[in-house]
C-alpha cells in the first residue's frame, strides 16, 4: 500500500490527507491504525471535478471513518489499561456533518450571507486562563 503525503499541501491527494488527519504513515485515522492508500484516494478524486473536489472527497471519507470506527466500537479495562472508541464513530460523523455545512455541492467553500451570525468559540479548559484547572463546567447539551 503506497502512501505520500507533503506538507507543502500542493497536491490534492495531500490536502485530503492533512482534512483526515492522515499525515504519518503506519499511524492513520481508521480503526486499525491504517492509512488510505494513495490509490483509494486517488480513486476517490477521480469521481469529482473542479477545483475543489477535493472537499467532496473530505466529507465522503469522513463518513467512511465514521462506518469503520462505529463496526469498531468497543470498551475495553484491562488493569490499568482502558480504551474507549465507543463515541469515535460518532465524533468522525459529527465532523462530517460540520464539513459538510461548510461547502456547496461543487466544494467550494460557503460564504456568509449578509446578515448571517458568525459564532466565535472561545476555548475554555484546564489549559485556557479563563477557567480554574479544577473547575468542571457541565455541558448544557
Same mark, same amino acid.
Given at each position: 500500500?503506497?502512501?505520500?503525503?507533503?506538507?507543502?499541501? !500542493?497536491?490534492? +491527494?495531500?490536502?485530503? +490527507?492533512?482534512?483526515?488527519?492522515?499525515?504519518?504513515?503506519?499511524?492513520?485515522?481508521? *480503526?486499525?491504525? +491504517?492509512?488510505?492508500?494513495?490509490?483509494?484516494?486517488?480513486?476517490?478524486?477521480?469521481?469529482?471535478?473542479?477545483?475543489?473536489?477535493?472537499?467532496?472527497?473530505?466529507?465522503?471519507?469522513?463518513?467512511?471513518?465514521?462506518?469503520?470506527?462505529?463496526?469498531?466500537?468497543?470498551?475495553?479495562?484491562?488493569?490499568?489499561?482502558?480504551? @474507549?472508541?465507543?463515541?469515535?464513530?460518532?465524533?468522525?460523523?459529527? +465532523?462530517?456533518?460540520?464539513?459538510?455545512?461548510?461547502?456547496?455541492?461543487?466544494? !467550494?467553500?460557503?460564504?456568509?450571507?449578509?446578515?448571517?451570525?458568525?459564532?466565535?468559540?472561545?476555548?475554555? @479548559?484546564?489549559?485556557?486562563?479563563?477557567?480554574?484547572?479544577?473547575?468542571?463546567? *457541565?455541558?448544557?447539551?
Amino acid at each position: 500500500m503506497a502512501f505520500t503525503y507533503n506538507d507543502s499541501l !500542493a497536491t490534492d +491527494r495531500d490536502l485530503v +490527507r492533512f482534512h483526515l488527519g492522515d499525515v504519518v504513515e503506519s499511524s492513520g485515522p481508521r *480503526p486499525d491504525g +491504517r492509512n488510505y492508500s494513495d490509490r483509494e484516494i486517488a480513486y476517490n478524486l477521480t469521481t469529482v471535478t473542479g477545483t475543489n473536489g477535493w472537499r467532496l472527497i473530505v466529507g465522503r471519507l469522513l463518513i467512511v471513518l465514521s462506518n469503520e470506527w462505529a463496526q469498531h466500537a468497543r470498551n475495553i479495562t484491562i488493569g490499568e489499561y482502558r480504551e @474507549d472508541a465507543t463515541k469515535t464513530g460518532d465524533t468522525f460523523k459529527q +465532523r462530517a456533518d460540520d464539513w459538510w455545512a461548510t461547502i456547496d455541492s461543487s466544494g !467550494a467553500l460557503i460564504e456568509p450571507r449578509a446578515g448571517a451570525s458568525v459564532v466565535a468559540v472561545t476555548r475554555q @479548559d484546564a489549559y485556557s486562563s479563563t477557567i480554574a484547572a479544577n473547575t468542571v463546567t *457541565p455541558s448544557t447539551s
